[in-house]
């Protein structure tokens, strides 16, 4: 049996868990090796993209100023997630906000001391990097459209650090960059539908408070059908191996997610939609193995 301490301490290192969504960061982290791998390093031999020493400080930098954007944003949003998210915010109050200041500093200098141990290119970029976290959880994610916009740009600049360090520019890439760059989008923009009492309570400018749900339908529609044009590419165009049947998969269920779309009118329903959406992204990482399934064991040696 646990103490009535230890207990305690247990309960606050899964609300640290908690805020900084350790499940998304593994996953971000195992997406980045696999995108170096099989897209960004192909022609490089397999143990030798493992074993960068330099990679891992990149994918380890991400990881740290990902943890400590989403300790920044539990920090400002602490009074919306109140309402919008009772339960885990409940969970998360177990971790003082000093204590979840110092994490957030913490955290920031540990990945700016790794991305020094890349060049002084990656230091400028993780201390870009961390400006744009900070100024997007306290101005910009009060905004309708820029808000959403910088969210995504957010999300998909761990991928950037990886590119820029592999230089390289094949067509290909931007194609799958794009595709999940409209993903992430439109699940920015179902999250503000999802979250609307709380924003409206908390004077939040989304695009659902300031246009109304049916307008906002209307421009994640819109991103929806533009999501399917690269994809479509990507599976006619251009050579993925086997991962087109992921991008087929996508289109169907980016079909089936457009007409429960217009039938949604609750949170609950709302939520169905963001799940829908996540769980297209996360198969796409586990699904970049598709594009050649004998690589690893092929260039092993």
Same mark, same amino acid.
């Given at each position: ?17 908690? $805020?900084?969504?350790? !499940? ?22 397999? %143990? ?26 539990? @920090? !400002? ?9 009772? #339960? ?9 906000? #000093? ?23 990656? *230091? ?14 306290? %101005?910009? %994610? ?16 761990? =991928? @950037?650090? *990886?590119?820029?360090? !592999? ?5 290909? &890439? ?43 339908? &209307?421009?994640?529609? $819109? ?12 599976? *006619? #165009? =251009? ?8 991008? $087929? ?17 609750? %949170?609950?329903?709302? &939520? ?15 699904? &970049? ?13």
């Amino acid at each position: 049996m646990l103490s009535r301490k230890n207990k305690l301490l247990l309960l606050k290192a899964l609300s640290l868990f908690s $805020i900084v969504r350790g !499940y998304n960061i593994l996953i971000i982290a195992l997406a980045q090796y696999l995108a170096s791998i099989y897209i960004l390093a192909h022609n490089l031999p397999v %143990k030798r993209v493992i074993l960068d020493g330099q990679l891992f400080a990149l994918v380890a930098a991400s990881a740290l100023v990902i943890a400590a954007g989403y300790i920044i944003n539990s @920090f !400002y949003d602490s009074e919306k997630d109140l309402i919008n998210k009772p #339960r885990k915010s409940m969970l998360d109050r177990l971790v003082a906000q #000093r204590t979840k200041l110092s994490a957030y500093f913490v955290l920031n200098f540990m990945s700016v001391f790794l991305a020094s141990y890349v060049s002084f290119r990656a *230091v400028v970029f993780f201390s870009a990097y961390i400006f744009g976290i900070w100024l997007y959880s306290h %101005k910009l %994610k009060r905004l309708p459209f820029v808000g959403n916009f910088i969210s995504a740009t957010l999300a998909i600049a761990p =991928f @950037f650090a *990886v590119f820029v360090y !592999y230089k390289n520019f094949d067509t290909v &890439i931007f194609v799958h960059a794009l595709f999940l760059f409209l993903l992430i989008l439109a699940r920015e923009m179902i999250k503000d539908m999802e979250n609307i009492t709380g924003d409206m309570a908390q004077n939040y400018r989304t695009v659902p408070v300031i246009y109304g749900t049916r307008f906002s339908k &209307i421009c994640i529609s $819109i991103l929806v059908l533009i999501t399917l044009l690269p994809a479509l590419l990507l599976i *006619v #165009r =251009f050579e993925v191996g086997y991962m087109y049947l992921y991008f $087929i998969a996508s289109v169907v269920f980016l079909v089936i997610f457009l007409v429960l779309l217009w039938k949604s009118v609750t %949170k609950k329903h709302f &939520i169905y939609l963001h799940n829908i959406l996540k769980f297209i992204i996360v198969l796409g990482v586990f699904s &970049i193995l598709l594009i050649d399934v004998n690589l690893v064991l092929s260039r092993f040696f």
